[in-house]
């Protein structure tokens, strides 16, 4: 496979499409001439102008509905209870901040309640406009009509015109709670680590509000359907469910209640739901160090695994982990991971697929031909992948280069856990927005790593977006790390699948693209997203060629995001495939939306 590089501006395609009927057409590569001397050189005429008809529109198609599934899952709950301890209480909470002294009814009662959210300090500037949730209304048929033919095609498209994807490839969108939710103190919800993003002092866009997809989601999920989304990833935040967090502490009864008709409003509709148990938001008691952090997460995920699992073919059990600092956590992690897969299919009898997902732009050495680079580029992917799916997917140690970096805080995976971790995961969850060059730094990665002073220590790499002969790896977006970088994807994937050899195939769980001139943009403006749609565009010609010229199996792909997110304190990174107004909270579709369903509707097999 060879990089290629997306024709972005497309000028060739914009200029023969853009003739006008009728009137004279030429070449661009001769200088205009007058008629007169082109008439008397050949090949020009003149014909009387007139404008193009109109093009019908193309209505999108939604989805068939109910979604009829196939086979259960896992035993219905009023089996699966019996896996519930006994002695659990349900119960609901409601936040009133007087309580805190008021109110002494035990260790998990209202003021205890109202403890836990003074003692972490939060205040919001904003509060929820709505604290009901609202009723949806049918898409009218103006929202849902295709824009023209996209005027930019990714290069080598002709050649994957006729590749085809299995009928049963997971494509769609994802998203998290934290980042579109809002409503953080309603209807029992304890506070998790993230509720300080956007809280007061700090200035950044307020978490509290959002895009109120707590109260939204029915109307969201009809948004999904009507554009004809197939799969959606959201996640259950561990605090709406355990608002204290722990192990033995109250479930709160209106939280289960609400992801159950989110889950079945998604089914209703047409949509199959994949549940994330962990998108970073966890409780303030339970950081991923705790010895017990196995134990308290599964008292959690129990309670939706019983309840939801008849219907939820596929569940991520933690989003990401590989970003946390590099110490026994990260095996704390695993062995929480692979507990929770072996309840699921030994206790709960589960049929459906577990994965955990991690974050990873390829790391590409900035020279290949320098084998300094090359090693400096698989240590930065040992420090990303290896050192978590090394046990996970091989049953191998963490990468030496890892263990052998002087004052790791990471000890070798006892053999005990290494044959508890080994194997138990269904296939491979990357969120691979872009790729970045990497090289040895100049004193040489060994030196670094024997000196834990260094600032490149522990990866030891120097990083950067820019090739070894000037030029930006792709077109730059609102961060740091994500370019449109299509000629690393297959690189990406093949990574994954060669080193890792993932029998279960690969998901996309994540990709997607923040464009930089998204916030000085009207809605018009922002609505026709040409950057977004061609980095959807070429990435997915990439994963066609991934498939059927590289042999990697590629079981989905998930869009990050379906609609524009709190990315961790702003607003202004904006990944959406639609908009979210915040002061009226409407939606409202991107052309990004429609060529990711039309490049589904050309290429998976019916
Ligand atoms: C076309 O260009 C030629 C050469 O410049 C000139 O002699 C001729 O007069 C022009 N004809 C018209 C109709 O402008
Ligand atoms: C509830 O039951 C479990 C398992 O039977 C036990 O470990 C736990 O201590 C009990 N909790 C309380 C509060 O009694
Ligand atoms: C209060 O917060 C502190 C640190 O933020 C924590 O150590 C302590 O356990 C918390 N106490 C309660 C009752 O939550
Ligand atoms: C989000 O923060 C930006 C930058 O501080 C600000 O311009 C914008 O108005 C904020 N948006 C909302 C909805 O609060
Ligand atoms: C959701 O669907 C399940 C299974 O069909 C059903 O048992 C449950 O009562 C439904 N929940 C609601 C809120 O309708
Ligand atoms: C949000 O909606 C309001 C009311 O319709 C409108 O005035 C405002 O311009 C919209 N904001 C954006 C960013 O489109």
């Known amino acids: 496979m060879g990089p290629e590089l997306l024709s972005f501006l497309g000028l060739a395609a914009l200029l023969s499409h853009s003739t006008v009927n009728g009137a004279a057409v030429k070449s661009r590569d001769q200088p205009m001439p007058n008629a007169t001397t082109t008439l008397s050189t050949g090949s020009w005429s003149f014909s009387t102008f007139t404008y193009p008809s109109p093009t019908p529109n193309r209505y999108a198609t939604p989805l068939v509905s109910p979604l009829a599934i196939p086979t259960k899952f896992a035993p219905p709950f009023s089996q699966a209870s019996t896996l519930l301890d006994a002695n659990i209480t349900y119960t609901t909470y409601s936040l009133n901040p007087t309580a805190t002294t008021a109110s002494n009814d035990g260790q998990y009662g209202q003021g205890a309640f109202a403890r836990l959210w003074a003692n972490a300090s939060l205040s919001y500037r904003d509060q929820p406009p709505f604290t009901t949730t609202v009723s949806p209304t049918p898409v009218p048929s103006s929202e849902l009509v295709f824009p023209s033919p996209l005027p930019v095609q990714p290069l080598g498209q002709s050649e994957t015109a006729n590749m085809r994807l299995p009928s049963d490839f997971v494509w769609g969108v994802a998203s998290s709670a934290w980042q579109i939710e809002g409503g953080l103190q309603v209807e029992g919800r304890g506070p998790s680590v993230d509720d300080s993003i956007g809280a007061l002092p700090s200035t950044a866009n307020d978490s509290n509000v959002n895009a109120m997809f707590y109260y939204l989601y029915k109307q969201d999920v009809e948004r999904l359907a009507a554009v004809g989304i197939p799969y959606f990833c959201f996640s259950i935040p561990w605090t709406r469910i355990v608002p204290f967090g722990v192990a033995g502490s109250p479930i709160n009864q209106q939280a289960l209640d609400h992801y159950d008709d989110l889950i079945n409003y998604s089914i209703a509709k047409g949509i199959t739901p994949i549940i994330t148990i962990l998108h970073y938001d966890l409780p303030l008691a339970v950081p991923y160090s705790d010895p017990a952090f196995s134990r308290h997460f599964l008292y959690y995920a129990k309670q939706l695994m019983t309840r939801w699992g008849d219907r939820v073919p596929y569940w991520v059990t933690v989003n990401e982990p590989n970003l946390q600092p590099v110490d026994n956590a990260l095996t704390n992690i695993l062995i929480a991971h692979a507990d929770l897969y072996d309840w699921y299919k030994n206790d709960l009898q589960g049929k459906g697929k577990i994965t955990l997902k991690f974050a990873n732009n390829l790391a590409v050495p900035l020279d290949p031909d320098n084998a300094d680079d090359v090693a400096a580029a698989l240590r930065y992917q040992d420090f990303l992948l290896g050192i978590m799916a090394n046990p996970l997917f091989l049953g191998k140690q963490i990468p030496e280069t890892v263990l052998k970096t002087a004052g790791i805080k990471i000890d070798p995976i006892s053999s005990k856990n290494l044959a508890l971790i080994s194997g138990k995961i269904d296939f491979f969850s990357i969120d691979p927005y872009s790729a970045q060059y990497v090289t040895a730094p100049k004193g040489g990665v060994s030196a670094c790593a024997a000196d834990p002073n260094n600032p490149l220590w522990p990866t030891c790499v120097e990083t950067t977006n820019v090739a070894s002969n000037g030029w930006l790896i792709g077109d730059a977006s609102y961060v740091p790390f994500c370019f449109v970088a299509p000629q690393y994807v297959r690189y990406q994937l093949g990574y994954v699948w060669n080193t890792f050899k ?58 990050w995001s379906f609609i524009d997110t709190n990315e961790f304190g702003t607003f202004e990174a904006r990944f959406g495939l639609q908009t979210v107004n915040h002061t009226t909270f409407e939606r409202t579709y991107k052309r990004s939306v429609f060529d990711y369903v039309d490049f589904f509707h050309q290429h998976v097999s019916q």
Do not use: S
């Not at 996309?508 to 980095?535: H, I, N, S």
């Open 502 to 559: 993932p029998k279960g195939g690969i998901l996309v769980a994540e990709f997607g693209f923040p464009a930089m001139g998204d916030t000085y943009k009207d809605l018009d403006g922002q609505r026709y997203d040409l950057e977004r749609t061609c980095y959807y565009q070429a990435f997915l010609n990439e994963v066609l060629k991934a498939v059927h010229e590289d042999g990697v199996r590629v079981v989905g792909t998930l869009a």
